[in-house]
């Protein structure tokens, strides 16, 4: 079992930058890939970026590539989504996912364990 704890949410305005942090504890951490997803009022929960457990491999939904970075590190159990160049669009509730083996995947349901999830607002 593994629990997870995303923090880092909050309002910012356009253009701005939010850093969330995922926190793991549980079975081992570093053996499974990790995804952000995130989840806006009626609407589908989509993928955002995933990574493995070294970190050697990311993967980003075309729509946040060059503005946000998955990361993780793993003596800590944490991983991170750093956002920059906010836009209105990227508001949701984006929630950190954990899989049972290391290869991301694009599927929420391929994703085994979930945080409660941190809503992010942009203010145009």
């Known amino acids: 079992q593994v629990q997870l704890v995303e923090c880092g949410g909050g309002l910012v305005q356009a253009g701005g930058s939010l850093r969330l942090s995922c926190a793991a504890s549980?079975?081992?951490?570093?053996?499974?890939?990790m995804g952000w997803f995130r989840q806006a009022p009626g609407k589908e929960r989509l993928f955002v970026a995933g990574?493995?457990?070294?970190?050697?491999?990311?993967d980003y939904t075309d729509s946040v590539k060059g503005r946000f970075t998955i990361s993780r590190d793993n003596a800590k159990n944490t991983v991170f989504l750093q956002m920059n160049s906010l836009k209105p669009e990227d508001a949701a509730v984006y929630y950190c996912a954990a899989r049972g083996v290391n290869t991301i995947a694009r599927n929420h349901n391929d994703y085994i364990y979930w945080g409660q999830g941190t809503p992010v607002t942009v203010s145009s």
């Open positions: 549980g079975r081992t951490f570093a053996w499974y890939a």
């Open positions: 990574i493995n457990y070294g970190g050697s491999s990311t």
